[in-house]
């Protein structure tokens, strides 16, 4: 039997099968992570090489060095992670990987292992979306969490609410029209001469400042479940800007604890009213930005007010991870979907 055909017979025997291993790839940007994942929720093994360390010295993420550094990973990180689960590639039932969206010279590095490892085992092949994939860290943080719930997804590259009404099935309720909030605390980092991922460095050094220089989001979205992040970026820069020019002290702390408030209040303002809306008692945070402190502290005291449960994903699953693909896998099977063959590519860009 051909390879197309034999993983398409294995395929759907799958959807029926009492326990499902999946070892998952995620390459997307500067994390080279493989996992083991059993049955969406179990994560028998997690292993990451995390390349932050090469990239802060220039700021942010280089595409070029990030695909050399996934290709000199990835091999040890997928014999790492089988022994960390103690399991062979043989008790592997299927092969999954995120293809889209992120880095194409990082992705294809993940695309072109998956396929040359479930071609080399005869294993159905799972192209996951990235995005999915931040919506599924809940379901492995949180054990008995299931849809229908409003999902906020923040991240380095996108900011959006999403109506999740089942594991495989979203709809995108609002969007970003600029700048993602993960991409605006990264440029704020980045004018306040703080270290690459800006993010964490924001957090931070908000703890140690007041809230007293008046930041403000574009108020043209305020009936809108849409967000706008470039102004308050702008204004941040053009802030810090002026007082270099007029030689100032700059309180750095003020800075980011007034520009964080700003932000936060923005994303649980809409978040909150959307999941309302929506009529769910559940509103789920996705994405690296979700390990934000304020942004948490701040969702989970204003949710509880308005009766909503609020899930965020335990820390470590925040960020880029290959469980949170396995897990994503795991449902587009149970459903159906996601089979790929061995002419899947990587794709820059992809639909929520």
């Given at each position: 039997?051909?390879?197309?055909?034999?993983?398409?017979?294995?395929?759907?025997?799958?959807?029926?099968?009492?326990?499902?291993?999946?070892?998952?790839?995620?390459?997307?940007?500067?994390?080279?992570?493989?996992?083991?994942?059993?049955n969406g929720r179990e994560v028998l093994s997690n292993v990451i090489s995390s390349q932050i360390e090469i990239h802060r010295r220039f700021g942010g993420v280089v595409p070029e060095v990030a695909s050399r550094n996934h290709l000199l990973a990835i091999s040890n990180l997928y014999e790492e992670a089988l022994k960390e689960a103690n399991?062979?590639?043989?008790?592997?039932?299927?092969?999954?990987?995120?293809?889209?969206?992120?880095?194409?010279g990082a992705l294809l590095v993940g695309v072109n292992f998956a396929k040359g490892l479930a071609y080399s085992q005869n294993l159905p092949l799972i192209a996951v979306n990235h995005i999915h994939g931040h919506i599924a860290s809940n379901y492995i943080s949180h054990q008995k969490l299931e849809p229908?719930?409003?999902?906020?997804?923040?991240?380095?590259?996108?900011?959006?609410?999403?109506?999740i009404s089942d594991y495989t099935k979203q709809k995108l309720i609002g969007s970003t029209v600029d700048d993602a909030v993960g991409e605006a605390f990264d440029k704020v980092a980045r004018v306040l001469g703080l270290s690459y991922p800006g993010g964490p460095e924001i957090d931070k050094l908000a703890k140690k400042g007041e809230n007293i220089i008046k930041f403000t989001v574009s108020n043209a979205l305020s009936k809108t479940y849409n967000f706008s992040f470039s102004g308050i970026k702008t204004a941040v820069i053009n802030y810090v800007h002026n007082k270099e020019q007029k030689k100032e002290n700059i309180c750095k702390e003020n800075v980011a604890r007034s520009f964080e408030e700003c932000v936060?209040?923005?994303?649980?303002?809409?978040?909150?009213?959307?999941?309302?809306?929506?009529?769910?008692?559940?509103?789920?945070?996705?994405?690296?930005?979700?390990?934000?402190?304020?942004?948490?502290?701040?969702?989970?005291?204003?949710a509880k007010k308005e009766n909503i449960e609020v899930y965020f994903p335990v820390?470590?699953?925040?960020?880029?991870?290959?469980?949170?693909?396995?897990?994503?896998?795991?449902y587009y099977i149970q459903k159906g979907l996601g089979r790929a063959d061995l002419s899947l590519?990587?794709?820059p860009t992809i639909d929520l």
């Amino acid at each position: 039997m051909s390879y197309i055909k034999d993983v398409k017979v294995k395929f759907e025997e799958l959807r029926n099968k009492k326990d499902v291993t999946i070892l998952a790839i995620e390459s997307s940007c500067d994390e080279t992570a493989i996992a083991i994942v059993r049955n969406g929720r179990e994560v028998l093994s997690n292993v990451i090489s995390s390349q932050i360390e090469i990239h802060r010295r220039f700021g942010g993420v280089v595409p070029e060095v990030a695909s050399r550094n996934h290709l000199l990973a990835i091999s040890n990180l997928y014999e790492e992670a089988l022994k960390e689960a103690n399991i062979t590639i043989n008790q592997i039932d299927a092969i999954a990987v995120t293809y889209g969206a992120g880095l194409v010279g990082a992705l294809l590095v993940g695309v072109n292992f998956a396929k040359g490892l479930a071609y080399s085992q005869n294993l159905p092949l799972i192209a996951v979306n990235h995005i999915h994939g931040h919506i599924a860290s809940n379901y492995i943080s949180h054990q008995k969490l299931e849809p229908p719930f409003v999902c906020l997804m923040v991240s380095g590259g996108h900011t959006a609410l999403l109506k999740i009404s089942d594991y495989t099935k979203q709809k995108l309720i609002g969007s970003t029209v600029d700048d993602a909030v993960g991409e605006a605390f990264d440029k704020v980092a980045r004018v306040l001469g703080l270290s690459y991922p800006g993010g964490p460095e924001i957090d931070k050094l908000a703890k140690k400042g007041e809230n007293i220089i008046k930041f403000t989001v574009s108020n043209a979205l305020s009936k809108t479940y849409n967000f706008s992040f470039s102004g308050i970026k702008t204004a941040v820069i053009n802030y810090v800007h002026n007082k270099e020019q007029k030689k100032e002290n700059i309180c750095k702390e003020n800075v980011a604890r007034s520009f964080e408030e700003c932000v936060t209040d923005e994303l649980c303002t809409k978040s909150l009213r959307a999941t309302k809306a929506s009529g769910y008692k559940k509103l789920v945070i996705a994405g690296g930005v979700g390990a934000n402190s304020m942004l948490r502290e701040k969702m989970t005291n204003l949710a509880k007010k308005e009766n909503i449960e609020v899930y965020f994903p335990v820390l470590k699953y925040c960020t880029d991870n290959a469980a949170m693909i396995g897990s994503a896998a795991y449902y587009y099977i149970q459903k159906g979907l996601g089979r790929a063959d061995l002419s899947l590519t990587a794709r820059p860009t992809i639909d929520l």
